[in-house]
């Protein structure tokens, strides 16, 4: 009987700890997603399947659609 608790109380403290990781890494993982303007070469731009607009410096379509060409 004694063990079950030793061993419940070790499985509960491990999934608590679980979750504040995974809480950390999903906050970091958030504002690294809101950092600098992603920039793109036109080579990245076609072979990412888009088109580059210089005039417009965007790339259109594609992975890197709508993301500033540099």
């Given at each position: 009987?004694?063990?079950r608790r030793i061993l419940a109380a070790v499985i509960a403290t491990a999934a608590l700890a679980g979750l504040g990781l995974t809480g950390a890494a999903a906050a970091?993982?958030?504002t690294t997603a809101k950092g600098a303007p992603s920039y793109v070469t036109p080579s990245q731009c076609t072979q990412g399947g888009g088109t580059a607009d210089l005039m417009a410096n965007l790339?259109?379509?594609g992975t890197h659609n709508g993301e500033k060409i540099d």
């Open positions: 009987m004694r063990i970091t993982a958030a790339c259109k379509g």
